[in-house]
């Protein structure tokens, strides 16, 4: 039962090789970003909390956050997922594909966009205590300023986020500067920070997280 935080600013790729390698090494995949866009696009009670703050490029509150995180480790429903995905599921518990699930799952898990305050941090080891799991890593993918801006202005072109336009991207970056940035030295101060260079293609960086998943699950 694997934890692997996947690290990065605005813009850095966290989403698309977060994908990636649920894909590959058969993790669930926790998108902080996605459940609140899913929240958001259901309009629910949570949702209409936190639209606005979204369209501003603020962060959520570290509550709000939290408590989706932990909801979801406990269901093991991945945000990739259209619906339950159980084989997926059996997957990332490291069960085959015909073998029962247990009504507690404990899957392998990578986390993206999540934590991304000091406090988050601090809640998410708690919780961890809770639900007996550690963190096995946290793999920050390291993008120059300029490639970050121009990636984001790029997306933008053709997402619907409605989080992308000019003054907002500008805002996120604050934001990350401001009260995401200090993860990465809460991280290093432990020894479970791992940086990458991610201002290539999606292949390369890719290659390279491959490289260092396969060292943390010991495949060759
Ligand atoms: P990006 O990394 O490109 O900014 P995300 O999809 O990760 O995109 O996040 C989009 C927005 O969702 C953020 O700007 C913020 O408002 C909110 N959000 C996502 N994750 C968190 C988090 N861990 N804490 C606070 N707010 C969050």
Not at 1 to 22: D, E, H, R, W, Y
Request: charged share 35%; glycine share 8%.
């Amino acid at each position: 039962m694997k934890n692997i935080v996947l690290f990065g600013a605005p813009g850095a790729g966290k989403g698309t090789q977060a994908s990636l390698l649920a894909e590959k090494y058969d993790l669930i995949h926790l998108s902080t970003g996605e459940m609140l866009r899913k929240e958001v696009a259901q309009d629910t009670p949570l949702g209409r909390r936190v639209k606005d703050i979204m369209l501003r490029g603020d962060l959520v509150g570290d509550d709000i956050v939290v408590n989706l995180i932990a909801k979801a480790i406990d269901t093991g429903r991945g945000t990739t997922m259209d619906e339950w995905d159980e084989i997926r599921l059996r997957r990332a518990c490291g069960l085959a594909d015909n073998e029962p699930l247990p009504e507690k799952p404990q899957p392998s898990i990578i986390y993206d966009g999540f934590p991304r305050t000091v406090q988050q941090c601090q809640m998410l080891e708690f919780i961890f205590r809770q639900k007996e799991r550690k963190l096995d890593a946290v793999i920050s993918i390291d993008v120059p300023q300029e490639e970050l801006v121009r990636r984001i202005h790029e997306r933008a072109l053709v997402s619907n986020r409605s989080d992308d336009t000019e003054e907002v991207i500008r805002h996120r970056l604050e934001e990350y500067e401001d009260k995401t940035r200090p993860v990465l030295d809460y991280y290093k101060v432990s020894g479970r920070l791992i940086s990458i260079d991610g201002s290539g293609e999606i292949s390369e960086t890719n290659g390279r997280l491959c490289k260092v998943m396969d060292a943390l699950l010991e495949r060759n």
